[in-house]
């Protein structure tokens, strides 16, 4: 679990991800809007886990191949990694940026594992886009509707060269993603640089991979 985030925080902003990420093999509209796009895609993701008892009880592997065919092609998750790394990102060399990407996913991915339980009869609400029709990047803001408050989850997406809509990055409940693990990927950069950052990630995945067995 991260130490950033509460445990319901946390639950909260992995239903709203799996929701909002979208399926690989999901045709798109050259012009659709983003929260045309989120909207569209959220019903489907959604279905998805409600239809397979293992990935709701946290089956890992079916979890990464979930991730990996659904949501990731889906992020920009260089520009996420970059950003939640910081100045730190322009001092790797790039196997250390790549690694960097690597430990990053999977410490999400092993974080999914832990909490996919927690959707359920979860729905999304788009709020009204503010953003013109040609702007590239756009702040698109929704909210989880279940059991309990309706929980704030908003995504800064940017459209790709090909059209399509990438997320790169999430905020529920007032927390951002990336800058819940700036602070924390900084300490660990400033105490032991970019090598010190990627072991301490790889032990944290370690940890959390037989925690999960």
Do not use: C
């Amino acid at each position: 679990m991260n130490r950033f985030l509460s445990r319901r925080t946390w639950a909260a902003w992995v239903a709203g991800a799996t929701l909002a990420f979208g399926l690989a093999g999901t045709a798109q509209a050259a012009d659709e809007a983003a929260d045309a796009f989120i909207k569209r895609v959220s019903s489907d993701i959604l279905e998805a886990i409600k239809a397979d008892k293992s990935i709701r009880n946290g089956d890992v592997n079916k979890i990464i191949v979930l991730v990996d065919q659904r949501v990731m092609p889906h992020v920009n998750f260089l520009r996420m990694t970059a950003s939640a790394v910081g100045p730190g990102w322009r001092q790797a060399t790039p196997a250390q940026q790549k690694r960097l990407q690597e430990e990053f996913e999977v410490l999400l991915v092993r974080t999914y594992a832990g909490a996919l339980g927690q959707v359920s009869d979860q729905a999304i609400s788009v709020k009204p886009l503010r953003a013109a029709a040609d702007e590239k990047e756009v702040l698109v803001r929704t909210e989880v509707r279940g059991k309990g408050d309706p929980i704030q989850l908003d995504y800064r997406v940017e459209k790709a060269a090909d059209g399509s809509w990438k997320v790169y990055n999430m905020n529920v409940m007032g927390i951002w993603l990336v800058e819940n693990y700036k602070p924390q990927f900084a300490q660990e950069i400033n105490a032991k640089g970019v090598d010190g950052l990627i072991a301490s990630l790889a032990e944290r995945n370690k940890s959390n991979a037989r925690a999960s067995k």
